[in-house]
């Protein structure tokens, strides 16, 4: 029905929804089951890890028989997360790939990974392709590598590529010195044409760069998208939410602050037994649920 009038003091908060990312199945090949799996617990959209021994990004019937599994189950591609690697089997990565490596070909190579992934992007539906800025600290970081210069080199014709596919770049706040809060904003604001793109603010990640609610603050305006998952604030731990040390009410209000109403991806790794994860992943989304309903709620007066 038409909603009733808007009774004084009343916030009215447009409502998030919520995916997950097929980072939680990410030593697997991606199929159907994978799909169907996240649709049976209700989420909404899904981010796809673009890991070629996950989905084969290159392959267009490979990426073919994804969209038809997404049509399928009724879920949305949402976003793609870049190529960070050549491959993720038995829990080994593999090679890094580095779009701030100062080695010319190495850097071609992550810049042309992420190309095919937007690529892919466009044919599964999503808007958003997510960017990591050279290799994240608690990584193995090659010797010269998170060059300011190299990844400056890479940007344009990754955004060029990214608008060539009718996708929007988000630049991930990662823990290394390139992706904080403040030189995501450097990079938008400075003389590069990056075009329409934006931030995806990963939560977790900014719990140790100088906290998620203040990174939501600092990045306002800039918002496309979020990773959401916790850690006890010392190493990247991808824990289901509640079980870290984040500040989830402090953190919603800053989000609803700022006005961001994109989804909340869960972004987590399936820590040896996946089922159990997305069941947690189930139960927070229920509590994080909770705590935008309050939000929601009518202003206290005094």
């Avoid at 949305?76 to 090679?95: K, L, T």
């Avoid at 070909?105 to 892919?120: F, P, S, Y």
Wanted: net charge negative; glycine share 10%; proline share 5%.
């Amino acid at each position: 029905g038409r909603p009733g009038p808007r009774r004084a003091g009343a916030r009215l908060i447009r409502a998030m929804t919520f995916g997950l990312s097929t980072h939680l199945f990410h030593g697997e090949t991606l199929t159907a089951s994978h799909f169907e799996r996240i649709r049976a617990h209700d989420f909404e959209l899904v981010e796809i890890f673009a890991t070629r021994t996950h989905v084969d990004y290159h392959a267009a019937a490979a990426v073919a028989e994804v969209r038809r599994w997404l049509d399928a189950t009724g879920l949305r591609a949402w976003s793609v997360h870049a190529p960070i690697c050549d491959g993720f089997v038995n829990g080994v990565w593999g090679r890094a790939y580095s779009n701030a490596t100062p080695d010319t070909a190495l850097r071609r190579e992550a810049v042309d990974e992420t190309a095919r992934a937007a690529d892919a992007a466009a044919a599964w539906g999503a808007g958003v392709i997510v960017l990591h800025l050279g290799i994240p600290r608690g990584q193995p970081i090659p010797a010269g590598d998170n060059d300011a210069g190299a990844l400056a080199r890479s940007l344009e014709p990754i955004a060029a590529a990214c608008a060539a596919a009718g996708v929007r770049l988000a630049l991930e706040v990662i823990p290394n010195d390139l992706a904080t809060p403040g030189a995501l904003l450097r990079w938008l604001e400075g003389d590069l044409d990056l075009g329409a793109a934006g931030v995806c603010l990963d939560v977790g990640h900014a719990h140790l760069v100088g906290g998620a609610p203040e990174a939501a603050e600092e990045l306002a305006g800039y918002l496309l998208t979020t990773h959401i998952h916790d850690n006890r604030g010392k190493a990247d731990d991808h824990l289901v939410p509640f079980a870290g040390t984040i500040d989830w009410p402090s953190t919603m209000m800053a989000l609803v602050k700022v006005g961001y109403t994109g989804p909340l991806v869960f972004e987590l790794p399936d820590h040896g037994d996946a089922a159990r994860v997305l069941t947690a992943a189930v139960g927070a989304r229920a509590r994080l649920q909770g705590i935008l309903d309050d939000l929601n709620g009518p202003l206290a007066f005094e």
